[in-house]
């Protein structure tokens, strides 16, 4: 038997709906210009095959032929090749970062590596937004982002940015910089491409 997991439909708790509710609210008086100052980023892993969420269910079977045809299922593979990439973005550029090979997505690495050398540079460079004193840096609220040494960091080299009490958390759907991961791990597991990358180019 093999082990296939079942893609969920995202659901939102109450508490969620909310919270996105709030920020529209909270938005509404924005003006087109003033959408050209946020800089959205993420940070994700490219699978082979892409790694299922263990949380979600999953399902037994000898063979994908033996389940009902559905996209929605995917088979589980162990330790297949990946990468990490980290991803930044404004109404100008786009910049990503290539994780080192053997680092983890920890907050010291966060720091010292994705912000300290990149994420600072790049906002603070006219050729990269419409206005250094203006961008507002949007991270996804994973823990490491939302630590409060990271929080504090970012206050201290003078980055505005939204904060754990604005940005809701578990918000793919607002978070766009999401959905460039999306589209590579599509692309990456329609071509089988990264069985044959290297991990040179970090």
Not at 56 to 62: G, H, P, Q, T, Y
Not at 167 to 181: R, Y
Request: glycine share 2%; hydrophobic share 35%.
């Amino acid at each position: 038997l093999k082990p296939y997991y079942v893609i969920p439909k995202p659901l939102k708790s109450e508490t969620h709906i909310s919270d996105r509710l709030w920020l529209c609210d909270w938005l509404k008086d924005w003006t087109e210009e003033d959408f050209l100052h946020p800089a959205s980023s993420d940070e994700f892993y490219v699978w082979a095959v892409r790694r299922p969420n263990y949380q979600n269910d999953r399902i037994w079977a000898k063979s994908v032929d033996d389940i009902e045809k559905d996209e929605r299922y995917r088979e589980m593979v162990k330790n297949q090749p990946c990468i990490g990439i980290f991803v930044i973005f404004t109404a100008k550029r786009l910049h990503w970062v290539i994780q080192h090979k053997g680092e983890s997505w920890t907050g010291q690495y966060f720091r010292d590596v994705i912000l300290t050398e990149h994420v600072f540079p790049f906002l603070k460079n006219e050729e990269n937004v419409i206005d250094p004193d203006e961008v507002i840096f949007i991270y996804d609220k994973a823990p490491c982002m939302r630590a409060y040494q990271t929080q504090h960091l970012l206050q201290d080299n003078d980055v505005k940015f939204w904060g754990n009490d604005i940005w809701p958390g578990n918000s793919p759907d607002l978070n766009v910089a999401e959905h460039i991961g999306t589209i590579i791990k599509d692309e990456v597991e329609k071509k089988d491409v990264i069985r044959t990358w290297t991990f040179s180019l970090s």
